[in-house]
C-alpha cells in the first residue's frame, strides 16, 4: 500500500490487522527502526526468524516505510515462500509501484491510497458535529 505522508496507509493497515488478528499472528516492523533496517540487512532470514521464534501458524508481517530497506523485499520472499503473508506500506508510491513490485516477483499487489478530498472532509466534519449534538440531547 502507497501513498503520500498522512493519508492513511498505516492506520488502515493497523485496522485489518486487527480484524485479522484472530486467524494470524501478526508481526509488525518499521523502515523507521534503523537496528531492523540492520538486522535485516545483515541477515537475510531475521524476519522469518522472529516469526518462527513466535508461531508455526499462519503468520502475518507488517512492515512500515518499505521503501528505507531494499533487504527487506528478499527477506519477505523468503517469508512468503515459508508461508508466511505479508503487507508493506510506504510513503514513496513511484518506488513502491516499480522497484517494490519488481523486488517481491508476483508476490504482492499494489494498492494506492489517495488522500481524502475536501467534500469527504467536509462530509465526515459534518458527520462526526452531528452525531456530537445528538449525544449531548437530553
Known sequence: MAGIVGCGKTTTVQAALN?????FSIHAFTGDDVSFRNAVASNGIYILDQVRAITQGPALVFVDEVQ???AVFDALKLCFDNGVSFI???SNPKYLSSTCRKRLQRRADFIRLNPFSLPEILEHQNSVRALKEWCTLD
Open 19 to 23: 480484524r485479522l488478528s484472530a486467524r
Open 68 to 70: 528505507k530497506s531494499e
Open 88 to 90: 508493506v506500506s510506504g
